[in-house]
């Protein structure tokens, strides 16, 4: 098992350019998550998903759209990048059945740069 | 909100005890995590407590009360490589990280 992947590691953006982050996850996990981690912030909700065609906003959602097409992928997008979006991206995924710790597994994270 | 607050910074002494705090809101409360990150990679899950009591794991025990609001980590016997920052999680299906503990373990 891969666990869970995101894609790319690191992208450098120009204000006002979109870009998608991906993430994926072979644990047919039903929860999906994205955080943003920025220093001394913790990490911050985003976007999260409870099933495959399921969305729904988080603690910090303005600027951001997501999808879940398919219950393996989570996909962020930025339409309009600004520099106050330079941060580390967290993929997180969970399941919830009785033989869990209801725990998330994350990804290696995706660093963006917005100039 | 579901304000969660820990210490931002402290610092041990290898072979040491050092115990976290984490103290959350109460309502609607389902569950309580623990994850350490190391500098540059994703966390990784520690422990989980949803019933009051103290849950052993190794070196790391994770303790609850759900009553307070209250929950600590705490790790024995430190070592080296224990320096990570240890996040503190409120909630299962829609979680709530605190700001995370930067623990410097020194020699």
């Known amino acids: 098992n891969a666990g869970v992947t995101q894609t790319p590691k690191f992208r450098v953006l120009k204000t006002g350019q979109s870009m998608t982050l991906l993430c994926a996850q072979d644990?047919?996990?039903?929860?999906m998550y994205w955080y943003r981690q920025d220093p001394g912030m913790g990490l911050r909700l985003i976007h999260y998903?409870?099933?495959?065609?399921?969305?729904a906003k988080g603690e910090v959602p303005d600027g951001y759209n997501v999808s879940r097409l398919k219950k393996q992928n989570f996909l962020l997008g930025l339409e309009s990048a600004a520099p106050s979006q330079t941060s580390v991206y967290f993929c997180?995924?969970?399941?919830?059945?009785?033989?869990?710790?209801?725990?998330?597994?994350f990804g290696p994270g995706t660093r963006l740069t917005v100039l | 909100g579901q304000n969660i607050d820990q210490p931002t910074e402290m610092t041990a002494t290898e072979g040491a005890i050092v115990q976290i705090n984490c103290t959350y809101q109460t309502s609607g409360f389902n569950g309580l995590f623990w994850y350490q990150q190391h500098a540059g990679e994703a966390p990784t899950f520690l422990s989980y407590n949803v019933l009051d009591g103290l849950e052993e794991k190794g070196r790391f025990s994770s303790f609850l009360s759900r009553s307070k609001g209250y929950s600590y980590l705490l790790l024995k016997e430190l070592q080296m490589k224990d320096s990570a920052s240890y996040l503190c999680c409120r909630g299962s299906y829609i979680p709530t990280f605190g700001r995370g503990t930067s623990l410097i373990v020194h020699p």
């Open positions: 997180a995924s969970s399941s919830f059945s009785a033989k869990t710790n209801h725990e998330q597994f």
């Open positions: 644990m047919n996990h039903e929860y």
């Open positions: 998903s409870v099933g495959e065609g399921t969305t």
